[in-house]
């Protein structure tokens, strides 16, 4: 298992290029299976979920094509479907996996797809997503750890209204994509706003999907006899974009983020200022950031977009570690997502966790230390933790972070940072 090897304290200057959503990429591949034509994505990762998806839709016959990098171009075509299934090896290394089970029901009326299981950050249930299908018509049961989903002989998934009981990202995806072939219309209330499910909105309408209301809490769907092919460029990462828009300040340093979507980072970009930190748009997609000089502490709650995102939380906490005063960090999104704050907490810094609250009290010197990764957004904490550190932090597990950070330590090398990846051998 490959590590990271930071010598902290680097000021960090410079210009960055931010990479395509992982978050937008991966349900826009899965949207392929919903056509017999190809399906050309633009400004993909290079990340390793993307290559895993890939080699998902592979084995279901798709021909998947990456073209050069970065950022790179996926050509996806599902002529046929051989294989409508997920199987349980793709699908516990990638939560995401879950995403093929909407188009394939669409196309097919049939898939099995592995449950994934909880993961570090919470239990993570599949159960608004299957009852949001039972209400188009599918028959589900759940046997030998898979999910058998399937419409009954010669029918389709039928148009429904569905209401979901809590915010879904990925239910949210799944049932806009199931819906675009089904029989009639659905209406999605309650639905996810996140501009990933927008940016799915966006490629399904240009594949000949009728859907309004993209990036609204209300989605209608009515639903067609077959989707076209398409091309599509997918949003910037709003996630890489925070992670950075964090690294500066902290280091005392000035990054530019170029091909970034400062529309989609509104709470972000607010509770930034609020800390103290210095943005500056300086056209559509690029923002100059600085610290502008002493750190307050902010308290901060995680909410569905367009609310603070939890997939900034682990990030936020080194932000607060180095600014003044007491920040309370409250999580409602997962169950356990405060795994990185005890790892923070043997780096030096003082982190006390109470159900879904933290209470980061600041500002603290960190120290270099070996430190252990347990999720993707934790894993990019740490490193930001690691170039505010004095002397040398290892982070192990690094996989966490290759699953979601296109070239991490590349592009923070070329800031200055002084970080290296030490390779092991493969396990
Ligand atoms: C998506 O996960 C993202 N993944 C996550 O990013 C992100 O943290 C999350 O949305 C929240 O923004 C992808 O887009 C691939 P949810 P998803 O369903 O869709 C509960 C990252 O680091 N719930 O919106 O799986 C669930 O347990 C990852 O890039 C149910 O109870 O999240 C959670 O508490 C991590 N039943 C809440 O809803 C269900 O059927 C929101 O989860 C579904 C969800």
Sequence with gaps: MDKFRIEGGRRLEGTLRISGAKNAALPAMAAALLTSKPVCLRNIPRVRDIITM?????????RVELGAMPPTDITIQAEKISDAEAPYELVRTMR????TLGPLMGRLGYARVSLPGGC???ARPIDLHLKALERMGAQIITTHGYVEARVPADKRLRGGHIVFEKITVTGTENVLMAATLAEGETLIEN???????????DLLIKMGAQIE???????RIRGVSSLHGATHAVIPDRIEAGTFLVAAPITGGELVLEGCAPQHLTAVLWKLAEVGVEIRQEAADRLRVRSGGKLAAADVTTEEYPGFATDMQAQYMVLATQATGASVITETIFENRFMHASEMDRMGANISVEGRQAVVRGPTPLSGSEVIASDLRASASLVLAGLVANGSTLIDRVYHIDRGYERIEEKLSAVGALIERVRQGRS
Excluded at 96 to 99: G, N, T
Excluded at 213 to 219: D, F, I, K, P
Aim: zero cysteines.
């Design 213 to 219: 209301g993209a990036g609204t809490s209300t989605l």
């Design 120 to 122: 570090a950050i919470g």
């Design 191 to 201: 639905a996810a706003r996140e501009p990933e499910v927008a940016d799915l909105a």
């Design 96 to 99: 995401a996996s879950i995403l």
């Design 54 to 62: 890939g080699k998902l839709l592979a084995h279901m016959d798709a």
